[in-house]
């Protein structure tokens, strides 16, 4: 709890231009970040796109160079990260499937749809991107929560938080968003 509270503040203070607190900040959250790296990467069936150590520190090069965030808390530090860490891999995609001609190659995620078994579905990284941009004009926070628990890897309850809603409205906000993606995706 701690820890916790050590990390809210350190993040208050960076937002209010406290140069020092992202010293202290960063030994805080570069584990758990690295371990949110490593659940988005150890998901792509193409492991060998990026380490984990790449994407954090990319992640960290652009929350130093956007624009200032006011964190409210941990789980908001946390789902934003994922958010640059969702648009890294995109961007990455984007530019292997662009050098598919000279041997790049596009890059798939599985786990998606909860399918423990070897030949579950894979999907196109950048088709499951396109689905959850539709599906977020279709419905803005049914494509967060997507983002939230599976780019982000946040738990119901911080993706509760995140969304200032109840556990039961994630769980619920969750099947649904993956029935409409698994219809979007898999065609009629």
């Known amino acids: ?3 916790v509270l050590e990390l809210t503040r350190s993040l208050q203070e960076w937002s209010n231009g406290d140069a020092s607190a992202l010293e202290r900040l960063t030994p805080l959250v570069y584990d758990e970040l690295h371990r949110l790296a490593h659940q988005k990467l150890a998901r792509l069936a193409n492991r060998d796109v ?4 790449a994407l954090v520190n990319e ?11 006011d964190w409210s ?7 934003h990260t994922a958010v640059l860490m969702r648009r890294i891999l995109i961007d990455f995609a984007r530019e292997r499937q662009a050098a598919k001609r000279g041997g ?3 890059m798939y995620v599985s786990g998606f749809w909860d399918v423990a078994s070897p030949d579950s579905p894979q999907l ?20 967060r929560v997507v983002e ?4 982000g890897g946040l738990s119901v309850g911080e993706t509760a938080e995140v969304l200032q809603t109840s556990d039961a409205t994630v769980v619920r906000g969750w099947r649904t968003a993956r ?10």
């Open 179 to 188: 029935a409409w993606l698994f219809n979007r995706l898999q065609g009629p």
């Open 1 to 3: 709890m701690l820890r």
């Open 148 to 151: 939230l628990r599976y780019f």
């Open 59 to 69: 992640a960290f090069v652009r929350l130093l160079t956007g624009a200032p965030v």
């Open 50 to 53: 990026m380490q984990p150590s």
């Open 124 to 143: 196109d990284f950048l088709d499951l991107n396109c689905a959850l941009d539709e599906l977020a004009q279709v419905d803005a926070r049914l494509a």
């Open 73 to 79: 808390s941990r789980a908001h530090f946390y789902a």
């Open 104 to 106: 790049g190659a596009e």
